[in-house]
């Protein structure tokens, strides 16, 4: 908490398994799920290295647009009216 502080960063409300708000659901999933659309692999492993290699493939600013993206749902979350986390 001290680090955030110094850093000034604001820490935001989250609710629990939002996939609004979650990169993996909202960014990564989408994007490597149409790369590796219509391929077969020979074994669950052969899958797992399609997708790192695909992860791995993504362009730096990708992954900027989607810091950027999570951080404006973060703050639109934040400032509806039906923002309540149980």
């Not at 799920?33 to 797992?48: I, T």
Request: aromatic fraction near 12%; charge should be negative; include cysteine.
């Amino acid at each position: 908490m001290q680090y955030l502080t110094e850093e000034n960063v604001e820490l935001l409300c989250h609710p629990p398994y939002s996939p609004d708000l979650s990169p993996n659901d909202f960014f990564t999933f989408p994007k490597i799920k149409n790369r590796l659309h219509g391929q077969r692999f020979q074994s669950p492993e052969e899958a797992v290295d399609a997708f790192k290699n695909a992860v791995l493939d993504l362009p730096v600013n990708e992954w900027n647009k989607c810091s950027e993206n999570w951080f404006k749902r973060m703050q639109m979350f934040n400032t509806s009216k039906n923002n309540k986390v149980i």
